[in-house]
């Protein structure tokens, strides 16, 4: 299942010769839709050409399709796509301001780069000012940074603000960037004919804009039809990526790693205890969450802990290991990082601390202090925990 890492799979050299013909093809396309002449990127501001818009939404709304209805016939795992992090407010400002700089100079700075390599003065000179203006803003961020930080979401899409499905969203979008296409073709018939004497006509006069749109709207039905692949099926689709990690037991951590790990001051830890309420009630790790298992295949209990920090670790808790086996294989497939399980539940977390004391008093059985590491062997157990962080998307324009 998709993606691949290019990297692993053709080497260092090779992965930078795909990253490369990738990034020199989409130059190449920018250019060939006009993208390197200033006039025509600005004509859009004036609504006499609408290259970019029509350009812009044909290329978002064709991966979109793409991406979403490879995710529903199991083809590609969409937890594993980076999307950049969400900053809502600084967001606005920020594309406020770069907006203002397109209208003035004529350029982003990806067209910018577009414009240097086909020769161009004004291409150039943008370019010079961006890499000035992004030294400047570097240099002035830590007087507005909490501001800079604020409103931080880490992977939020439409479908999550708007609340529906993503065959909803992804029908939605398609149905609203044909409308903008629509729009925007006959603004420009207007402009085009204005003064002319010629009869503006609201009707679509290509055929292959019909047919295109026509396919757009029977592909994203088809997508909201099929439906995004529940955790159940995903797992079923991704079970040769994991399966190993369960079978060689290096998801299971020791209650010791728990304990130390639950101590240090850089790790979020969340920790779920699947075990039933009752038995959460009477005895239960202080700061753990009793969740049922079923909860795991509910998106919305699952969203807050795909949006962890880097740091952050999920560790499960079962009397059972099959109910968090399981557990750890739907978190892992909704695209959830650093998931773990406590060996044997709290089936020997009692015996192991009950006789311990420090300083003459016995040892916090829900919340074990870091210094009753020391009344073990450094030995005791094997650490486990490795910290991994989601692939993060990047580029001038993104």
């Known amino acids: 299942?998709?993606?691949?890492?290019?990297?692993?799979?053709?080497?260092?050299?090779?992965?930078?010769?795909?990253?490369?013909?990738?990034?020199?093809?989409?130059g190449v396309a920018l250019e060939l839709a006009g993208f390197g002449d200033s006039r025509r990127l600005a004509a859009q501001f004036y609504l006499k050409d609408m290259t970019v818009l029509k350009t812009m939404f044909t290329g978002i709304v064709v991966a979109c399709l793409l991406i979403f209805l490879s995710s529903a016939i199991g083809w590609l795992d969409f937890s594993q796509i980076?999307?950049?992090?969400?900053?809502?407010?600084?967001?606005?400002?920020?594309?406020?301001?770069?907006?203002?700089?397109?209208?003035?100079?004529?350029?982003?700075?990806?067209?910018?780069?577009?414009a240097t390599a086909s020769l161009k003065i004004d291409g150039l000179t943008f370019l010079a000012g961006a890499v000035i203006g992004a030294g400047l803003f570097g240099e002035s961020l830590p007087s507005f940074e909490n501001f800079w930080n604020s409103s931080f979401t880490d992977r939020f899409l439409l479908s999550d603000w708007l609340g529906w499905s993503i065959g909803a969203?992804?029908?939605?979008?398609?149905?609203?960037?044909?409308?903008?296409?629509?729009?925007?073709?006959?603004?420009?018939?207007?402009?085009?004919?204005?003064?002319?004497?010629?009869?503006?006509?609201?009707?679509?006069?290509?055929?292959?804009?019909?047919i295109g749109a026509g396919t757009l709207i029977a592909v994203a039905a088809l997508i909201w039809f099929i439906g995004q692949p529940d955790p159940v099926r995903k797992w079923k689709l991704m079970e040769s990526r994991y399966s190993a990690q369960i079978t060689s037991k290096e998801i299971f951590i020791h209650p010791l790693e728990y304990v130390k790990t639950n101590s240090e001051s850089?790790?979020?830890?969340?920790?779920?205890?699947?075990?039933?309420?009752?038995?959460?009630?009477?005895?239960?790790?202080?700061?753990?969450?009793?969740?049922?298992?079923?909860?795991?295949?509910?998106?919305?209990?699952?969203?807050?802990?795909?949006?962890?920090?880097?740091?952050?670790?999920?560790?499960?808790?079962?009397?059972?290991?099959?109910?968090?086996?399981?557990?750890?294989?739907?978190?892992?497939?909704?695209?959830?990082?650093?998931?773990?399980?406590?060996?044997?539940?709290?089936?020997?977390?009692?015996?192991?601390?009950?006789?311990?004391?420090?300083?003459?008093?016995?040892?916090?059985?829900?919340?074990?202090?870091?210094?009753?590491?020391?009344?073990?062997?450094?030995?005791?157990?094997?650490?486990?925990?490795?910290?991994?962080?989601?692939?993060?998307?990047?580029?001038?324009?993104?």
């Open 1 to 26: 299942m998709l993606p691949l890492d290019i990297s692993a799979e053709l080497g260092k050299a090779g992965g930078y010769l795909v990253f490369f013909l990738l990034g020199a093809g989409f």
């Open 266 to 398: 850089s790790i979020k830890l969340i920790t779920l205890d699947l075990r039933p309420e009752a038995e959460y009630a009477a005895f239960h790790l202080s700061g753990s969450e009793n969740f049922k298992p079923g909860d795991i295949l509910n998106p919305k209990m699952v969203f807050p802990l795909t949006q962890l920090p880097s740091q952050g670790i999920v560790v499960l808790i079962a009397d059972q290991d099959s109910v968090s086996v399981k557990a750890w294989k739907y978190l892992k497939v909704q695209g959830v990082m650093n998931v773990y399980i406590l060996e044997n539940g709290l089936n020997d977390w009692k015996s192991l601390f009950a006789d311990k004391t420090l300083e003459g008093k016995p040892v916090n059985l829900s919340s074990p202090s870091a210094e009753v590491l020391k009344l073990f062997p450094k030995d005791s157990y094997i650490q486990k925990i490795k910290i991994g962080s989601k692939k993060r998307a990047g580029g001038l324009c993104s």
């Open 82 to 114: 980076a999307v950049n992090q969400t900053f809502l407010w600084p967001g606005i400002i920020g594309g406020l301001i770069m907006g203002v700089g397109f209208i003035v100079g004529g350029y982003c700075p990806g067209t910018s780069l577009v």
């Open 169 to 210: 969203t992804v029908f939605t979008v398609t149905v609203f960037a044909l409308v903008a296409f629509y729009g925007a073709e006959k603004t420009e018939e207007f402009f085009r004919i204005k003064g002319s004497g010629k009869a503006w006509s609201w009707k679509i006069s290509k055929r292959s804009y019909i």
